[in-house]
C-alpha cells in the first residue's frame, strides 16, 4: 500500500508565501511524474505544477514566475514553494505522485487535500 501525506498550506495575506510539501510511503519502487492540483470551491480540479523524475517542469500559466516546485528523490517528496500569493490562489491543494510498486504497472495517488486561503 502506498500513502500520501501532505503538509504545509494555511492562511496568509495576499503577497505572502507559503510551502507544501508531500511525502510517500510503502512499498515504492519507482515514483515517475509528481506534482500538485488545487481545486477551488465549486471549481474543478486544476493542475498547479507537475514535475518529472528528472526534473522536467510544467506550470499552469496562472502561477507560472510564482510558484516552484522541486523533488527529492530519496525522501519520496515533492514540495511547492508559492510565492506572491493572491486571493485567487486560494484552493485545496492535493499533491499527486504516480508510483511504480516493484511489479506491476505504475498507478496514480493523491494526497489527503490542504487547504490554502489568501486573503485580501
Known amino acids: 500500500q502506498v500513502r500520501l501525506v501532505e503538509s504545509g498550506g494555511g492562511l496568509v495575506q495576499a503577497g505572502g508565501s507559503l510551502s507544501l510539501s508531500c511525502t510517500a510511503s510503502?512499498?515504492?519502487?519507482?515514483?515517475?511524474?509528481m506534482g500538485w492540483y488545487r481545486q477551488a470551491a465549486d471549481q474543478q480540479r486544476d493542475m498547479v505544477a507537475l514535475?518529472?523524475?528528472?526534473?522536467?517542469?510544467n506550470y499552469a500559466g496562472s502561477v507560472k514566475g510564482r510558484f516552484t516546485i522541486s523533488r527529492d528523490n530519496v525522501k519520496n517528496t515533492v514540495y511547492l514553494q508559492m510565492n506572491s500569493l493572491k486571493p485567487e490562489d486560494t484552493a485545496v491543494y492535493y499533491c499527486?505522485?504516480?508510483?511504480?510498486?516493484?511489479?506491476?504497472?505504475?498507478?496514480?495517488?493523491w494526497g489527503q487535500g490542504t487547504q490554502v486561503t489568501i486573503s485580501s
Open positions: 499527486y505522485q504516480l508510483i511504480r510498486p516493484p511489479n506491476g504497472p505504475p498507478s496514480a495517488y
Open positions: 514535475i518529472t523524475s528528472t526534473g522536467g517542469t
Open positions: 510503502g512499498t515504492i519502487f519507482r515514483i515517475n511524474t
